[in-house]
């Protein structure tokens, strides 16, 4: 689960790897794009990217005068 802050919350379920090889070169030159400052951090080898690949999402936000509940199956 993500959040809770403001009491809104996402939820999701699915396979998590850790990235290697091309894979992991791959993502971390998007990584830099987004975050040029993330040098040292990419290459800390103490931290390990990882591919998340949902197959059920749930956004819950329960704000008065929003109450709403939305779940979504990704992987049918």
């Given at each position: 689960m993500i959040g809770w802050e403001?009491?809104?919350t996402v939820q999701?379920?699915?396979i998590a790897d850790i990235?290697?090889?091309a894979d992991r070169l791959?993502?971390?030159?998007a990584y830099l794009e987004?975050?040029?400052?993330?040098r040292r951090r990419a290459e800390d080898p103490d931290i390990a990217h990882i591919r998340v690949r949902p197959s059920w999402v749930?956004?819950?936000d329960y704000r008065p005068g929003s109450f709403r509940?939305?779940?979504t199956r990704l992987d049918s």
């Amino acid at each position: 689960m993500i959040g809770w802050e403001d009491e809104v919350t996402v939820q999701c379920e699915g396979i998590a790897d850790i990235l290697i090889g091309a894979d992991r070169l791959r993502c971390v030159r998007a990584y830099l794009e987004q975050y040029p400052d993330g040098r040292r951090r990419a290459e800390d080898p103490d931290i390990a990217h990882i591919r998340v690949r949902p197959s059920w999402v749930r956004h819950s936000d329960y704000r008065p005068g929003s109450f709403r509940i939305q779940e979504t199956r990704l992987d049918s």
